[in-house]
C-alpha cells in the first residue's frame, strides 16, 4: 500500500482506559509497552497515522488532556483524531470511517484500521477501510502479507518467541504451555518453521480480519450444525472455532456443558515469552498465622441477610434501593449497564472514604462493557484481588433471547458478587479501626464472563502491561448452592501449562483452608484441586481466575460443590439444576456467607493485614 494512513482505536488496541463511575469519564488511559515502537516505526516510514474511538461523552479537549499523560500525542495528528463526541458518531457507522478518510485526505481504500473489535473492523472494511486486529500485526497487513489462525507446538517451554515479528499469541496449553493458538503473519510463520517450531495453520487466510476465535469445551464438534467450516481445531480441552464479527456465540450453548465452558481467545502478547511465570515481583509463598481476634469478630458480622439481599436484587426478585428492578445483567441486555452503575453505587456507600471505586472499559462485540473495580489501600506494595463476575445468561434455555430474556443469575453469579461485597464491608470496617492491610485489597467485579472470561483477560492484560504487583486473585464463582448434606465446597488452584503458577496458586488455597475452621466452622473443610500427573484440575482454565495465572499471577476459583472429587472419598457434587437457565433464582445465603468469611479471612493475610492488626 502506498502512502497509506493507519487509524487506530484507542481502547483495548493503544491501550486500556480507566473510567469513574457513572457518570463516566476518563480518568487514565495506560498505553500498552509495545506500542509506542509500532507508532515510532510507522511515523519514520512516513505513514500518517490518525486515531478513531468511541468516546461516549469526552470530547477532543477533554481526550487531549488524559492523553497527554502518555507519550501518543507525539505521534498523531489533533486533525486525524476522530471522537464520536465531536462528529456525532460511533465506529458502528460506515460514516465515521469516511470521515477519518476524507481528513487524511486520502480514499478509504488508502486507509487501514488497527482496533481489537471485529465488530468494529468489518465496519471500517465495509467502508471500504483494510483492516488489522492488533497493533503487533500492522506492518506485515501493510506489506501485504496475510494473517493466519494458527496452532504453534513448543519444543521447549522455555523457548522464547517474542522477539519474533508479526505474531500475537492467543492462548498457551498443554503441559508447560507448549501449545500456543495465535494469529501470525506469513513471514512470522516462516521464521518459526526456520527455529524449528511446528506451525499449523487453521482455516483460511486472512480469517482473523473478521473473525474471533473460541474454544468450546463440554461439546462434540457434530453440535456444529451450521457451517462446519467454523471448526478448526480438536484441541486437548475442546473445540477451537472461528467465530463471525458481532455473532453471539451463545447458539453452541448446550445444556450439560460444565462451567466455563467457553473461553474467547484474546491477543495477549506476553504469552509468548517462555514460562508464564514472569509476575514483576518475587512471590513470597503465604504462611498461615493465626487471625487476630479483632479480624475474626470483624469477619463473624459478614451477614447472610446482607448477602441474600444483595442477591435478590441483582437477581430481580427485588427492586434495587434506586427502584430499578434488573431482570438480566446479560451483556446484550440495557440492564447489563444499569447492573453496573448499581454496583459501581453500592461499592461506594459501602467502602465511603475508605474505598476508590472506578470502572475498567473494553469492547467486545461491538459494545463498550465495563469491570468495576474498588480499592481498599493499603499503605505498603501489592494488591490482593478479589473478584467475581457481574454478567448473567439463560442459555440453556431453548427459547432464550439475549437481548429481552430474564437471565437472573442467582447463584451464577450474583452469589460471588453479594460474597465480594461483604468482604468490602468487612474490610472496610477493619480500615476504619486502625487495621488497614498493608497491601492494597482490590474488588473487581468482571464483565462479559459468559462470553469467554472477556472482561478479566482484558483486565489482567493491562495490569501485567503496567507491571502491577499482584500477590494473588481470589476468584468466587457460584458460592450460593448447597441442596444436599454436607456443607462442602471446592478450590481450585490448578494451572498445567506452568506447575510454578500452580504451586503459588496452591499456597493461596491452603490460606483459605486454615482459615475456615477458624471463620467458617459450618462449613466443611474445602476439597482443592490440583494438576494430577495427567488428570488436570477440572477447573483449569474455566472462570476469571486464568488469564492471570496464563501471565504469571497465582490465582484460585472458589466455588460450591460442582465438580466431583478430588478424592475417591469425597461426597459426591452436588450440581445446581438451575445453571445458566430462568430458574436461577434462589441461593443459601448462609453457605454463600461462610465462603464468604474464608475468603476474607485469606485475603486479609495475603495482604499482610494480619502484621498490621493489634489484638
Not at 26 to 55: A, C, D, K, M
Not at 577 to 585: A, E, G, K, R
Request: glycine residues 8%; aromatic residues 6%; negative net charge.
Amino acid at each position: 500500500m502506498n502512502n497509506p494512513t493507519v487509524f487506530f482505536d484507542l481502547g483495548d488496541t493503544l491501550g486500556e482506559a480507566i473510567v469513574s463511575s457513572p457518570p463516566v469519564r476518563l480518568l487514565e488511559f495506560h498505553t500498552f509497552p509495545y506500542v509506542n515502537g509500532v507508532l515510532s516505526r510507522l511515523q519514520e516510514r512516513g505513514v500518517q497515522l490518525g486515531i478513531i474511538s468511541n468516546t461516549g461523552e469526552e470530547t477532543g479537549d477533554r481526550m487531549a488532556a488524559v492523553l497527554g499523560r502518555t507519550e501518543l500525542p507525539a505521534f498523531f495528528s489533533p486533525d486525524l483524531c476522530i471522537y464520536s463526541a465531536d462528529v456525532g458518531l460511533t465506529k458502528a457507522d460506515t460514516r465515521i470511517f469516511a470521515l477519518a478518510a476524507e481528513r487524511a485526505g486520502v480514499s478509504a481504500t488508502e486507509c487501514v484500521f488497527v482496533g481489537e473489535d471485529s465488530s468494529e473492523r468489518v465496519t471500517a472494511s465495509r467502508a471500504g477501510m483494510g483492516i488489522c486486529p492488533h497493533p503487533l500485526l500492522v506492518e506485515a497487513v501493510l506489506a501485504g502479507e496475510q494473517l493466519h489462525f494458527v496452532r504453534i507446538v513448543r519444543a521447549d517451554d522455555n523457548m522464547e518467541l517474542s522477539d519474533i515479528a508479526g505474531v500475537v499469541a492467543l492462548r498457551v496449553s498443554g503441559p508447560g504451555g507448549r501449545l500456543i493458538e495465535a494469529i501470525a503473519a506469513t513471514s512470522a510463520i516462516a521464521a518459526l518453521e526456520a527455529r524449528g517450531v511446528e506451525v499449523v495453520r487453521l482455516g483460511a487466510p486472512d480469517l482473523p480480519l473478521d473473525h474471533d476465535l473460541f474454544l468450546i469445551r463440554d461439546i462434540a464438534p457434530s453440535a456444529v450444525t451450521r457451517d462446519r467450516e467454523r471448526v478448526l481445531l480438536h484441541s486437548e480441552d475442546g473445540i477451537v472455532v472461528a467465530w463471525p464479527a458481532g455473532t453471539a456465540i451463545g447458539e453452541l450453548h448446550r445444556p450439560g456443558m460444565r462451567h466455563g465452558h467457553t473461553v474467547k481467545l484474546t491477543p495477549s502478547p506476553s504469552l509468548l515469552t517462555g514460562r508464564t511465570t514472569r509476575a514483576p515481583a518475587a512471590f513470597a509463598p503465604p504462611v498461615a498465622a493465626a487471625l487476630p481476634d479483632a479480624v475474626v469478630c470483624a469477619l463473624s458480622d459478614i451477614d447472610p441477610q446482607s448477602v441474600a439481599t444483595t442477591v435478590a436484587w441483582l437477581s430481580g426478585a427485588s427492586p434495587h434501593t434506586d427502584g430499578m428492578t434488573f431482570a438480566s445483567r446479560h451483556i446484550a441486555h440495557p440492564d447489563n449497564e444499569r447492573a453496573v452503575a448499581a454496583l459501581a453505587a453500592e461499592l461506594a456507600r459501602i467502602g465511603g472514604a475508605e474505598a476508590l471505586v472506578s470502572l475498567h472499559k473494553f469492547s467486545h462485540r461491538g459494545r463498550e462493557l465495563f469491570n468495576v473495580v474498588a480499592d481498599i489501600a493499603g499503605p505498603g506494595a501489592g494488591v490482593v484481588l478479589v473478584t467475581a463476575h457481574l454478567d448473567s445468561t439463560a442459555d440453556f434455555d431453548a427459547d432464550f433471547q439475549e437481548h429481552a430474556d430474564a437471565a437472573p443469575g442467582a447463584d451464577d453469579d450474583a452469589s460471588g458478587v453479594a460474597a465480594a461485597l461483604e468482604v468490602v464491608r468487612a474490610v472496610v470496617g477493619l480500615a476504619r479501626n486502625g487495621m488497614r492491610p498493608a497491601a492494597t485489597l482490590r474488588i473487581v467485579l468482571f464483565n462479559a464472563e459468559e462470553d469467554g472470561l472477556v472482561g478479566s483477560q482484558a483486565y489482567a492484560r493491562m495490569e501485567r502491561a503496567r507491571g502491577t504487583d499482584i500477590r494473588g486473585v481470589l476468584q468466587m464463582d457460584m458460592v450460593g448452592f448447597n441442596a444436599v448434606p454436607p456443607r462442602s465446597w471446592e478450590i481450585h488452584a490448578g494451572f498445567a501449562p506452568d506447575p510454578g503458577i500452580e504451586g503459588q496458586s496452591l499456597g493461596i488455597a491452603a490460606l483459605i483452608e486454615a482459615a475456615q475452621p477458624v471463620v467458617s466452622p459450618n462449613l466443611d473443610p474445602p476439597q482443592i484441586y490440583r494438576t494430577r500427573g495427567a488428570i488436570a484440575d477440572p477447573a483449569d482454565g474455566r472462570s476469571d481466575h486464568t488469564p492471570f495465572q496464563a501471565l504469571g499471577y497465582p490465582g484460585v476459583v472458589i466455588c460450591e460443590d460442582y465438580f466431583a472429587g478430588p478424592a475417591p472419598s469425597d461426597p459426591p457434587k452436588d450440581t445446581n439444576p438451575n445453571y445458566h437457565l430462568p430458574s436461577d433464582t434462589v441461593i443459601d445465603a448462609a453457605f454463600a456467607a461462610d465462603i464468604a468469611r474464608t475468603v476474607a479471612a485469606a485475603a486479609w493475610q495475603l495482604a499482610g493485614g494480619s502484621l498490621q492488626a493489634n489484638s
